[in-house]
Nanobody, 128 residues
Framework: QMQLVESGGGLVQAGDSLRLSCAVV????????MGWFRQAPGKEREFVGG????????KYADDMKGRCTISRDNTNNTGTLQMNSLKPEDTDDYYC?????????????????????WGQGIQVTVTS
């Protein structure tokens, strides 16, 4: 069973950069999509960006385009969300999510319903 563990969150100032990492455990190959979502208390989960199977197609939320980059290291089974020019409104809990289901291979990485495994979440706080 796939497990995902986020790391790298914290407190930063507006304009700073932050890199979140996601370690994938229990899945032996790169045949899965990885999505990054964020959620504030009382709000809906929001797509940040995602990357498809293996080298995969990348896609980003409109307000994150140009400010973040998602990558994956298939050798070490990790994923990275690099966020730049952070704003106070980026303050949220961020979640790494995985989808290894083969029939989902053509589903867009922004589709929240496809992800069946997710990490415990990590807090990102951006001060003004």
């Amino acid at each position: 069973q796939m497990q995902l563990v986020e790391s790298g969150g914290g407190l930063v100032q507006a304009g700073d950069s932050l890199r979140l990492s996601c370690a994938v455990v229990g899945h032996r190959n790169s045949d899965y999509a990885m999505g990054w979502f964020r959620q504030a208390p009382g709000k809906e989960r929001e797509f940040v960006g995602g990357i498809g199977w293996s080298a995969g197609t990348q896609k980003y939320a409109d307000d994150m385009k140009g400010r973040c980059t998602i990558s994956r290291d298939n050798t070490n089974n990790t994923g990275t969300l690099q966020m730049n020019s952070l704003k106070p409104e980026d303050t949220d809990d961020y979640y790494c999510e995985g989808d290894p289901i083969p029939r989902h291979a053509t589903v867009g990485v922004e589709a929240a319903w496809r992800y069946v495994y997710w990490g415990q979440g990590i807090q990102v706080t951006v001060t003004s």
